[in-house]
C-alpha cells in the first residue's frame, strides 16, 4: 500500500487535524497483534456491538475504558498461585490493549460477558442542534437581511 501525504491539507484547513490523523492512521499497516479477535457490527441505524473473544478471563480482569473519542480494552490475566503443567496450551490468556477510535457522539452504553465473549454496546447519540429540523416557509413574506442576522443573534 502507498504512503499518502496529508500535510498539503492541513494546510489549508482548520479544525479537520483529528480526522486526517485518523486517515493518515488507517493507511498505514497494522503490524500489530490480532489478539483477540473481534467483531464490530452494525445492530440498528444508530447501535453498533464490538464484541471481543476473551476466553479465560473474567469480568475483573478486563478494563473498558473511554476517554475522549478513544476506546480502549484492555485485559491482564491474574497470576495462578500455582501454576499448571500445561501439555499444549492454546488459550492465549495473554495481556492485550485495543484501542478504538470512536467518531463523535459516540457514546458506550454497556458492557458484557458471557460465554467467554465481552460485548461493549454503542450507539450515535446526536445532540438537538445537530439533528436534521424543518424549516417554516413564510408565503408571501422577503425576509430581510438584518432581521435574519437578529435572528442568528438571538
Do not use: C, W
Request: proline share 6%; hydrophobic share 40%; charged share 25%.
Amino acid at each position: 500500500m502507498s504512503d499518502f501525504d496529508f500535510s498539503p491539507l492541513f494546510r489549508s484547513t482548520i479544525g479537520f487535524d483529528r480526522l486526517m490523523r485518523i486517515a493518515d492512521a488507517a493507511t498505514r499497516v497494522d503490524t500489530g497483534s490480532s489478539y483477540p479477535p473481534y467483531n464490530i457490527e452494525a445492530t440498528g441505524d444508530n447501535a453498533y456491538r464490538l464484541t471481543m473473544a476473551v476466553a479465560g478471563f473474567g469480568p475483573d480482569e478486563l478494563d473498558v475504558v473511554v476517554k475522549e473519542n478513544d476506546l480502549t480494552v484492555s485485559g491482564k490475566s491474574k497470576t495462578e498461585a500455582e501454576p499448571a503443567k500445561y501439555l499444549h496450551r492454546g488459550i492465549a490468556r495473554r495481556t492485550f490493549e485495543r484501542h478504538f477510535q470512536l467518531a463523535d457522539h459516540i457514546k458506550v452504553v454497556g458492557a458484557g460477558l458471557a460465554n467467554g465473549m465481552l460485548s461493549v454496546d454503542l450507539v450515535r447519540d446526536l445532540p438537538e442542534a445537530a439533528k436534521p429540523r424543518k424549516i417554516a416557509i413564510s408565503a408571501g413574506v422577503q425576509p430581510q437581511p438584518e432581521s435574519v442576522e437578529q435572528k442568528q443573534a438571538a
